[in-house]
């Protein structure tokens, strides 16, 4: 896992001072700098950065809003276009403004990093002298050195060093108490985030790249759980138990997508059929239609469709008690309908009387 750290490095001297009245100093300082970035131990130069000097007070956000007109030398008598500007390729900058504190905003594709006090210092090693009295701390901006004699009751300087951060921390400074004021790195302070991984994934003990997002391609599925990522099989076909369905169909992985139940149906009842005439010792025969929603015993709801096979029988006398049934025929003759069916008895020798013989079906729906 590789992650990096890259921070803007503004290279900037802040004073505090005192105010005094002078004689004569400069009128504006000019910075001559490098926007710098720091990576895994190496310094290198920021190009084209965008910098932005602003008013004391800003923030990163209002920086560019609060911008200050900047110059191109000391004598502040000629203003540059443009605040921000922009850094070369070696990420040099260089502009001139007043003497003060300033809020200064280092943009680049690093990240953004903010100087919210930011003093811009009297040269007096270009000449200059100071005279009266130190009496107002915010007013003075620059180096004092050589011998110095006042009140120290006014002073506002440290009487301790502030005691370091600890690892992992970085100070955010506190002049009223002179602490270091330690905080931890919050990820959105960063220029950048590392990339975080699923730990490494082996398919038939293969090991698959890296990958930011570990995906279930619907085959199998996953699902958040309480501290815990779910897996499982989808759903893809309805539960139950098919007994001798009329379909099954199998998808790619070898699940039964969808199983269609069978519409078979198998009808067994009993009804009076047609007459045979009296014909002793010739052919004879009748035809009729049975309706089984309405004729049979008992009655059957009618059928989805007409593909079903009727198979019925009887084994009847006579009113002589003159046997028929090894002589006896049934035989199911025109269309079949949803409802019923047309038939046919014969009896090769007839009966000596008439006869409506009783007779006994299946009806199998395949």
Known sequence: MNRSVKRIIALAALWLCAAFAIAQAPIGVCLSNVAQTISNGVIAPIPYATVALCTPGSTAANCVANKVSIYTSTALSTATPTNPFTTDAGGNYFFCAAVGHYGVLISSSYGTYFVNDFALVDDWSKGGTMTGALTDAAGFVGPLTGNVTGNSSTSSASDHAPTPCGPGLYSQ??????????AQVNWSQLGSIPSFYYQTVQEAGTTLPQQPVLNFDGTVVGTNGTGKTNVGLPA???????????????????????????????????????????????????????????????????LSDAV?????WGNETDASSETIGSSFMFTVGG????????????????PANSHTPTLYCHVHHD
């Open 335 to 350: 269309t079949l309908t949803t409802t019923g069916f047309t038939y046919y008895e014969v009896a090769p020798v007839g």
């Open 173 to 182: 400074g506190n002049t009223a108490t002179w602490a270091a004021n330690c």
């Open 236 to 302: 893809v076909g309805t539960a139950g138990t098919y007994s001798n369905p009329s379909s099954i169909t199998v998808d790619a992985q070898g699940r039964a997508a969808s199983i269609t139940a069978s519409t078979a149906v198998d009808y067994y009842f009993s009804f009076t059929g047609c007459t045979l005439a009296s014909s002793e010792g010739s052919r004879t025969y009748c035809t009729a239609t049975l309706n089984f929603t309405t004729s049979a015993t008992p009655t059957y709801p009618a």
């Open 308 to 312: 079903y096979i009727p198979v019925c």
